[in-house]
């Protein structure tokens, strides 16, 4: 099956509108990947993994500072103060257990970008900081964005060097940021980490339309210890290469395709759970569904790939429900679903679901004035983790009016939050709402159960 059939297939189920902008800053984010690496879609024997202490740091850009010197401690994370309903606030704890706090300064024109904490496991790098401006801040704003979508995509984006070379960022920006006022912005950054990093390293973070560094707009250079404070985490990097070959039929069409990934690592750590994949094609596999050793399914978030053509190209997938006391994992390759279909209830009717293998099961909805959040859990495999639903009048259609949607999720406990803001609806038009109904995806997912690897973690 081609990429343009995944897509149509894709299409079917998912109708959210592409932010206006959205391309041109796609454009600067990819300006400088290595060559022929283009974007195809948005969606670790056990080992101590150890979080940050940063023995010295120096400031470069605008205003040069002495060497910091500065202690591995329990820092507390001003963020989380001023956004509660943060994606991470589950995480927090873990954040500020491991963490550095920077405070470092850097600043271009009328704005000052602050570094506020650092934090590194094996999994992810995670940079909280805030952005002041001495006039308003001008948000990228789009008639088809909410306003939280907005604040997202005006925050920094950061690129970052380790010892000299540019770090693998592709794949997904994972931008959290909410706004005090108009003149502040504070955010976190969240960088899934496809290699692992050594236990000293010089770090360099710097905002930018790419991934030049001669065009940062800030930039802060430190040297990172990471060996402080040791942390349980289960790492290993089998690099095992392995061959996915099947056909399949679309549309009255027989198409053969053919894998060659490698399964770079897998880490399960305190700040969440990889595995990377490598692969040299411009499109490459990223249909599978994971399980445990305990026969359960590991949710995979949907958060993006990446393929290259001449160069091998890696791809990192977030995945849910694996622990310390996880054994092993096993990659499965699969074959569609290829269409969804509607599950449809009474408000008063959760939690609500339907017969199907692998799905999703509406667990709460919470309607407001102009935003509804509800709450999927998953069962059985599933190859997307983003849980769509509607509201509905009592005859059938849908809210009319103009809605956002956004997917977060709830890591401690495997749940998709899904939110629709509808920031123009009546209460008139809230009053009127009666039931709700979700895609789930029909039973016509193929597991090729002969191809799966599975992954030793002890």
């Known amino acids: 099956m081609t990429f343009d059939e995944k897509l149509k297939v894709r299409a079917q189920r998912e109708n959210s509108p592409v932010p206006e902008g959205f391309d041109e800053r796609m454009d600067a984010l990819l300006h400088d990947l290595p060559e022929q690496v283009t974007p195809i879609k948005k969606r670790r024997a056990p080992r101590t993994a150890v979080c940050i202490g940063i023995a010295a740091a120096l400031v470069v850009g605008a205003a040069a500072a002495a060497p910091t010197v500065l202690e591995m401690a329990r820092n507390a994370i001003g963020y989380f103060t001023q956004n509660s309903g943060s994606e991470y606030a589950e995480y927090q704890g873990k954040y500020e257990k491991y963490n550095a ?75 959290e940021a909410t706004m005090p006022d108009e003149y502040t912005l504070t955010g ?65 069409q027989t198409y053969h395709m053919h894998y060659e990934p490698r399964i770079e690592r897998v880490s399960i750590s305190p700040f969440g759970s990889t595995i990377t994949l490598s692969e040299q094609a411009e499109d490459p596999m990223t249909n599978f569904v994971l399980r445990d050793d305990k026969g359960n399914y590991l949710p995979v978030i949907s958060n993006g790939s990446v393929g290259g053509g001449i160069s091998r190209a890696s791809n990192s997938f977030e995945f849910l ?15 569609g679903p290829y269409r969804s279909h509607k599950v449809k209830g009474a408000l008063d009717s959760l939690p609500l679901t339907d017969s199907s293998t692998g799905g999703y099961t509406l667990e709460s909805l919470d309607i407001g004035e102009h935003r509804a959040v509800a709450t999927f859990s998953f069962h059985g495999p599933l190859t997307e983790s983003n849980a769509q639903f509607f509201l509905l009048n009592a005859d059938g259609t849908e809210l009319d009016a103009d809605c956002y949607i956004d997917y977060t999720y709830d890591r401690e406990n495997s749940l998709c939050i899904t939110t629709i803001e509808y920031p123009d609806a009546t209460p008139e038009q809230i009053a009127q709402l009666t039931s709700v109904c979700f895609w789930q995806p029909d039973d016509d997912l193929e597991l090729l159960e002969d191809q799966a690897v599975t992954i030793e973690l002890h």
């Not at 907005?150 to 931008?175: R, S, Y």
């Open 101 to 175: 706090a920077v405070g470092m300064s850097d600043t271009n024109g009328d704005q000052t970008l602050t570094i506020d904490n650092l934090a590194v496991d094996d999994s992810y790098m995670l940079v909280f900081y805030t952005l002041k401006s001495k006039t308003p801040i001008q948000l990228a704003s789009s008639e088809h964005s909410s306003l939280s979508t907005c604040i997202n995509w005006t925050a920094p984006t950061f690129f970052a060097q380790v010892n000299g070379k540019l770090l693998d960022t592709t794949g997904a920006i994972e931008n």
């Open 188 to 252: 976190v950054r969240r960088i899934v980490l496809k290699e692992a990093l050594p236990d000293q390293f010089d770090l360099v973070l710097y905002d930018s339309g790419s991934s030049d560094i001669n065009d940062a707009n800030f930039q802060f250079a430190m040297s990172v210890d990471k060996s402080a404070v040791a942390v349980e985490t289960l790492t290993v990097e089998p690099k095992q290469d392995f061959t996915v070959d099947f056909s399949t039929e679309y549309d009255g």
């Open 321 to 335: 429900g694996a622990g310390m006391d996880t054994q092993s994992v096993t990659l499965i390759p699969c074959i």
